[in-house]
């Protein structure tokens, strides 16, 4: 058992920072060039 205090998402994962986690471009009809529409992103180097 983890005792980190996270919710149980995957680790190498957080909220676009584009989309803020809505998966929406700016226009809200396209999905978000950042993140492919799923609200997140692989937090990678």
Excluded: W
Aim: with cysteine; charged share 20%.
């Amino acid at each position: 058992m983890t005792m980190h205090g996270q919710p149980s998402l995957p680790v190498r994962t957080g909220e676009c920072p584009e989309c803020l986690g809505s998966g929406l471009a700016p226009n809200r009809k396209d999905f978000c060039p950042r993140c492919g529409g799923i609200g997140q992103v692989p937090r990678a180097a």
